[in-house]
């Protein structure tokens, strides 16, 4: 059993998370942390709130052969804890206090440009990957043009945009502007998104006894600033 969903993970385990789903344990097809960031992203802004069992696949890859090879239950507890409790924290930081929403690659340094951008293409690759379970309950944002316009800059990071020749400039304004398409997409559903987790209008969420210090930690992977 998952428990303490709500204690905000550490950066210590998220960099032993990260160890684990690039360790050979982990299916080759499963998410690195910047991929699995920006899934948490789409699963916590969007309209329905999903059960483990529902987007827990998608975290080992559509093409993995085989479960994770887990050395022991308690890894397997342990590493599917963290997972619940990152996600939990993605939602609490854009339900309490979304200004101070960032994705990882925006509080981590890289040693080249193309390992920047390799992080953030994995990171949109991660956020449209969220949305596909519940692609039909999508919709009604992509059917708005203005509120549409906040998933763009993600196609186009994500590289699988129709027009995807946007030079550096262009490249940076995306990347810069992540932060803001995750509230404004958040900001979309939030009058759809009850209780039940499922849409319906309006219904005020409670909000969790988190203290400032949880939600705003810093997150120390790997790659973190010194």
């Known amino acids: 059993m998952i428990d303490n ?7 210590a ?40 069992e529902r987007w827990l696949p998608l975290v080992w890859g559509a093409e993995a052969a085989s479960p994770p090879d887990f050395a022991s239950i308690d890894e397997m507890q342990n590493m599917l804890s963290l997972m619940v409790r990152y996600k939990h924290l993605v939602e609490t930081v854009l339900s309490l206090d979304p200004e101070s929403y960032m994705p990882l690659f925006s509080r981590c340094s890289f040693g080249d440009s193309l390992e920047e951008r390799e992080a953030v293409e994995n990171w949109a690759r991660g956020f449209l990957v969220g949305i596909e379970p519940v692609r ?26 129709e027009d995807r ?17 995750v509230r404004a997409i958040h900001r979309f559903w939030t009058p759809f998104r009850g209780k039940t987790g499922k849409i319906e209008r309006p219904s005020a969420q409670d909000a969790d006894d ?17």
């Not at 969903?5 to 950066?11: F, L």
């Not at 982990?26 to 309209?47: E, H, K």
């Open 136 to 161: 039909e309950t999508w919709q009604p944002l992509f059917e708005e043009d203005a509120e549409f316009s906040a998933l763009a800059p993600l196609f186009l990071l994500a590289d699988i945009a």
């Open 13 to 52: 385990e998220l960099g032993e998370l990260e160890a684990f789903l690039l360790s050979a344990s982990a299916p080759s097809s499963a998410m690195d942390l910047d991929m699995l960031d920006g899934f948490f992203a789409a699963l916590a802004s969007g309209p329905e709130r999903l059960q483990p």
């Open 5 to 11: 969903t709500s204690k905000p993970v550490t950066g």
């Open 210 to 226: 988190w203290q400032d210090d949880d939600f705003n930690q810093e997150c120390q992977c790997r790659r973190d600033k010194q």
């Open 165 to 181: 020749d946007i030079d550096e400039v262009q490249w940076r304004q995306c990347r810069e502007g992540v932060a803001e398409c």
